[in-house]
């Protein structure tokens, strides 16, 4: 079957504000997460893409925008199953605040029974996710052969979850998965299991360095972090 390929979306002024944007309207790349997005087409330059599919978040459309502007035949489609996780009344806040809240203790360790209050579950998220990638798989399959490849831009929890599908892990140890902001995660699909060749691959070490880290460092940041500084 296809190789998909997934990008999470550049740094967004959401990750270095530290605000937990969700669905929220009018989050935009920051100044990196422009410069990402811009050296994304060399990044991908040796790889043919069949289609280029987008969550309809603004930050996912405008990583994509360099990528597009190189490749004036690629197709782009908008795809509402890999948009954000709904996280409801959570959207907007500090994730400093949100650290003090007793799901976030859910959402850590037990993220198949965690439920964001006036949002969606977090199993519903990876639910939806999964399906999208499966249809769009037998799509490009059908449409470009079954040696195609096609990439999604779509968000930090997303990429998690259809990696943790990819492997076989339950979702309850998704968040030992960690993808940087305009990181390309590869998996190419066959007819009996996925294969991951690529995790949050950004070429750039940088993250690794020690820093000082907020808060619990045992702790997956929700939304997925801003990567490195």
Same mark, same amino acid.
């Given at each position: 079957?296809?190789?998909?390929?997934?990008?999470?979306?550049?740094?967004?002024?959401?990750?270095?504000?530290?605000?937990? =944007?969700?669905?929220?309207?009018?989050?935009?790349?920051?100044?990196?997460?422009?410069?990402?997005?811009?050296?994304?087409?060399?990044?991908?330059?040796?790889?043919?893409?069949?289609?280029?599919?987008?969550?309809? !978040?603004?930050?996912?459309?405008?990583?994509?925008?360099?990528?597009?502007? =190189?490749?004036?035949?690629?197709?782009?489609?908008? #795809?509402?199953?890999?948009? /954000?996780?709904?996280?409801?009344?959570?959207?907007?806040?500090?994730?400093? /605040?949100?650290?003090? #809240?007793?799901?976030?203790?859910?959402?850590?360790?037990?993220?198949?029974?965690?439920?964001?209050?006036?949002?969606?579950?977090?199993?519903?998220?990876?639910?939806? =996710?999964?399906?999208?990638?499966?249809?769009?798989?037998?799509?490009?399959?059908? #449409?470009?052969?079954?040696?195609?490849?096609?990439?999604?831009?779509?968000?930090?929890?997303?990429?998690?979850?259809?990696?943790?599908?990819?492997?076989?892990?339950?979702?309850?140890?998704?968040?030992?998965?960690?993808?940087?902001?305009?990181?390309?995660?590869?998996?190419?699909?066959?007819? !009996?299991?996925?294969?991951?060749?690529?995790?949050?691959?950004?070429?750039?070490?940088?993250?690794?360095?020690?820093?000082?880290?907020?808060?619990?460092?045992? =702790?997956?940041?929700?939304?997925?972090?801003?990567?490195?500084?």
């Amino acid at each position: 079957m296809a190789t998909l390929i997934l990008v999470r979306h550049g740094r967004s002024t959401a990750n270095t504000s530290g605000v937990l =944007a969700g669905r929220t309207p009018g989050i935009a790349l920051d100044e990196r997460g422009a410069a990402q997005a811009a050296a994304l087409p060399a990044r991908l330059a040796d790889v043919p893409l069949a289609a280029a599919v987008s969550s309809p !978040l603004q930050r996912c459309r405008e990583t994509l925008r360099p990528l597009l502007d =190189a490749r004036p035949d690629l197709p782009l489609h908008v #795809e509402d199953r890999i948009n /954000e996780c709904d996280y409801g009344d959570w959207s907007g806040r500090k994730l400093a /605040e949100l650290n003090d #809240e007793p799901l976030m203790e859910v959402v850590q360790a037990h993220a198949s029974a965690a439920a964001f209050p006036g949002g969606e579950s977090m199993r519903a998220m990876q639910d939806r =996710a999964v399906e999208a990638a499966r249809d769009w798989n037998a799509r490009i399959e059908a #449409e470009h052969g079954e040696d195609a490849c096609y990439l999604m831009c779509s968000h930090g929890d997303i990429v998690k979850s259809l990696v943790a599908d990819a492997l076989g892990l339950h979702l309850d140890l998704f968040q030992r998965v960690h993808v940087d902001p305009c990181s390309v995660t590869v998996i190419r699909y066959t007819r !009996l299991r996925p294969f991951l060749l690529r995790l949050g691959d950004t070429g750039d070490f940088a993250g690794f360095a020690p820093r000082e880290r907020p808060g619990d460092a045992g =702790a997956a940041e929700v939304g997925g972090g801003a990567g490195a500084p």
